[in-house]
T-cell receptor
């Protein structure tokens, strides 16, 4: 049981490049979400999903896309990276009632 | 809109001192409340949570928190901190059944040996 896994651990991008941050969970959780963590701002919700095929926007969705084709995977896409997207990104999952969320180890992204 | 406010951004304590971190939220309905901890270089871990029942909840490593509904507060306490408690602490609120978790800004705790 690996819990929530994220890849890559660290990534450097140039402005305008695209990339996908991967997130997977093996707990059969319905609810998954993406957060970004910035100093002094806590964690802010980017996008979330309440089940396969269903996604919705969080507090800071601009510049990010998500999809949920399977229960296990919830990738986050940056179509055209900007320096403002330099951050640490955390994926999380929880059971059907959205109770305790379990977090992945994070992806540290630097956009130059 | 729901929001969570943590009053202390940076707290410095000596070992054995008592700790209280403030957390207030804004939402008028049913809430689930959480405190998460992030040790240096690690990901977030659940410290404790409140869903219903006894408003005084106990978590791991000697931490506890009290839910005061009339004050919209969920303060975190520990009677005697240790150097290993140095970390960032986040209060979070889940409102209703949306599953969305809203975090406070975080409090950095530094414990001096």
């Amino acid at each position: 049981n690996a819990g929530v896994t994220q890849t890559p651990k660290f990534q450097v991008l140039k402005t305008g490049q695209s990339m996908t941050l991967q997130c997977a969970q093996d707990m059969n959780h319905e609810y998954m979400s993406w957060y970004r963590q910035d100093p002094g701002m806590g964690l802010r919700l980017i996008h979330y999903s309440v089940g396969a095929g269903i996604t919705d926007q969080g507090e800071v969705p601009n510049g990010y896309n998500v999809s949920r084709s399977t229960t296990e995977d919830f990738p986050l896409r940056l179509l055209s990276a900007a320096p403002s997207q330099t951050s640490v990104y955390f994926c999380a999952s929880s059971g059907p009632l959205g109770e305790t969320q379990y977090f992945g180890p994070g992806t540290r992204l630097l956009v130059l | 809109a729901q929001s969570v406010s943590q009053h202390n951004h940076h707290v410095i304590l000596s070992e054995a001192a008592s700790l209280e971190l403030g957390c207030n939220y804004s939402y008028g309905g049913t809430v689930n409340l959480f405190w998460y901890v992030q040790y240096p270089g690690q990901h977030l871990q659940l410290l404790l949570k409140y869903f219903s029942g006894d408003p005084l909840v106990k978590g791991i490593k000697g931490f506890e928190a009290e839910f005061i509904k009339s004050k919209f507060s969920f303060n975190l306490r520990k009677p005697s901190v240790q150097w290993s408690d140095t970390a960032e602490y986040f209060c979070a609120v889940k409102a209703g059944n949306t599953g969305k978790l809203i975090f406070g800004q975080g409090t950095t705790l530094q414990v001096k040996p």
